[in-house]
């Protein structure tokens, strides 16, 4: 059958717009809405009065910070035809899946369990009907429930799946850039020769004055005992290059990534890195660990080793 629908809506300020929607046909209604969406939440607030719907609507979601994109959410539903309340959340399982459940209790309705799977540009909906009755147990089932099955299934399947999938891109990346790799590797080692006078003549300066000299420092991806055996620390001595950068008895380091650095490369291209260094300042041992992309500054009294006892 023939309908019409007519929507106005409007910017109120920077995160919020205000709709007002007419629809006309065989579910006749008049619906406004306000709808605020920030970086980390969506917030909406609904009222229509329409056959044979009418209802007032608030919805509240929290986006989390996290490279998941977890969203909590919840919402209130009341109108002739009773009230709802639903609660869930979801979160990016893969780069192209995200996994999302909620739990709906209502008076007449019930208690269901909705779980919906977005893969790419597919959707997977798969309603569950529990019960016609408000059963405390039901909903105790709907929302515990889910929550083993996800983290059984996260631990012993999603995570080793995408441990395995990042591997293999890992090995690619390195198999594409290997040449590249020993090129600056090469760069680097040369431009450490060409340091070796400026440094002795820098350590013989720091000495006289009780200065900074950098005892020890390690630029790569250090593993702790706990790791898996397949996992190697792949760290490079950058002992030489930071010495060269210490002057007046300070080095500082800016936010950006050390593998630009004179005298460093990157010995583990596309995994986590970071910069170990001891060093001695006024004759006392300090240790630090910072970052790729971290800021540094040394020395600092912080970093000091406590030597008591």
């Known amino acids: 059958r023939p309908s019409l629908t007519t929507v106005l809506a409007r910017n109120l300020d920077k995160n919020t ?3 007002l929607q007419w629809r006309w046909g065989i579910q006749s209604a008049m619906n406004t809405s306000i709808v605020r969406d920030t970086k980390t939440s969506h917030f909406t607030v609904a009222l229509q009065l329409g056959i044979p719907h009418s209802f007032a609507l608030i919805s509240y979601q929290h986006k989390f910070q996290d490279d998941d994109q977890t969203r909590v959410k919840g919402s209130l539903k009341a ?9 869930g959340a979801e979160r990016k399982i893969s780069r192209h899946s995200v996994l999302g459940a909620a739990v709906s209790v209502g008076v007449p309705q019930g208690v269901s369990l909705k ?12 309603p569950i009907h529990l019960t016609d009755q408000l059963l405390p147990s039901a909903v105790f089932y709907a929302t515990v429930g889910p929550l083993v099955v996800y983290f059984a299934l996260h631990r012993l399947v999603i995570k080793p799946y995408l441990r395995a999938q990042k591997e293999k891109e890992l090995e690619k990346q390195r198999e594409s850039t290997a040449t590249d790799i020993l090129q600056k590797k090469q760069e680097a080692e040369a431009a450490v020769r060409l ?3 400026s440094v002795r003549r820098i350590i013989e300066a720091e000495e006289s004055r009780m200065g900074l000299i950098i005892v020890n420092a390690w630029y790569g991806k250090f593993v702790n ?3 898996r055996k397949s996992e190697k620390v ?3 001595d950058v002992t ?7 002057k007046d008895s300070k080095l500082i380091l800016t ?3 050390k593998a630009g650095l004179p005298g460093f490369y990157d010995p583990c291209v596309g995994e986590e890195k970071s910069l170990k260094v001891l060093y001695q300042f006024r004759g006392v041992l300090h240790q630090v660990m910072a970052l790729d992309n971290e800021a540094l500054r040394i020395p600092k009294q912080s970093h000091r080793i406590d030597t008591d006892g």
């Not at 002739?80 to 639903?86: A, P, S, W």
């Open 17 to 19: 717009v205000g709709y």
């Open 79 to 87: 109108g002739f035809f009773g009230t709802v309340v639903e609660y």
């Open 115 to 126: 779980v919906k799977l977005n893969r790419a540009s597919q959707t997977y909906f798969f």
């Open 195 to 197: 340091m070796q006078e």
């Open 225 to 227: 005992d706990k790791s």
């Open 234 to 236: 792949k760290v490079i």
């Open 240 to 246: 030489v290059p930071l010495q060269c950068l210490v």
């Open 255 to 257: 936010e950006a990534s």
